[in-house]
């Protein structure tokens, strides 16, 4: 069974941005997810229960998709944008307060609020 997607806040609008291999990426990778699979390029967001990270590389820039699995039977796209920082592969502090605001929205939405 196909699990149902849910873009929170301009998550959709600013993958549609990406160059259309890192799109192609992402989209199959959330599909993955959608099947119950999880993409090569998929990994668990430290710090955030629930939360995986898509990590896609495109012409020496680094793009990252962000979902949460764990609230019922939706995958919840939460946030993607391009890295900017090249220090490390820590993801920018910035990124993750958009990510922790859009958690909330998304729970609020399994919620019924």
Same mark, same amino acid.
């Given at each position: 069974?196909?699990?149902?997607?849910?873009?929170?806040?301009?998550?959709?609008?600013?993958?549609?941005?990406?160059?259309?291999?890192?799109?192609?990426?992402?989209?199959?990778?959330?599909?993955?997810?959608?099947?119950?699979?999880?993409?090569?390029?998929?990994?668990?967001?430290?710090?955030?229960?629930?939360?995986?990270?898509?990590?896609?590389?495109?012409?020496?820039?680094?793009?990252?998709?962000?979902?949460?699995?764990?609230?019922? *039977?939706? !995958?919840? %796209? $939460?946030?993607?944008?391009? /890295?900017?920082? @090249?220090?490390?592969? &820590?993801?920018?502090? *910035?990124? !993750?307060? %958009? $990510?922790?605001?859009?958690? /909330?929205?998304? @729970?609020?939405?399994? &919620?019924?609020?």
């Amino acid at each position: 069974m196909l699990k149902p997607t849910i873009w929170i806040c301009s998550s959709l609008k600013d993958l549609k941005k990406f160059p259309d291999d890192v799109q192609s990426e992402i989209g199959y990778a959330l599909y993955q997810a959608q099947i119950g699979k999880k993409h090569h390029k998929t990994k668990p967001l430290k710090g955030f229960d629930g939360v995986m990270e898509i990590v896609s590389d495109y012409d020496k820039d680094t793009y990252r998709g962000i979902y949460a699995y764990k609230l019922g *039977e939706n !995958i919840y %796209v $939460l946030h993607a944008f391009k /890295k900017k920082s @090249n220090k490390g592969i &820590k993801t920018p502090k *910035e990124e !993750i307060e %958009v $990510l922790k605001q859009r958690l /909330k929205r998304a @729970n609020e939405l399994h &919620k019924g609020k």
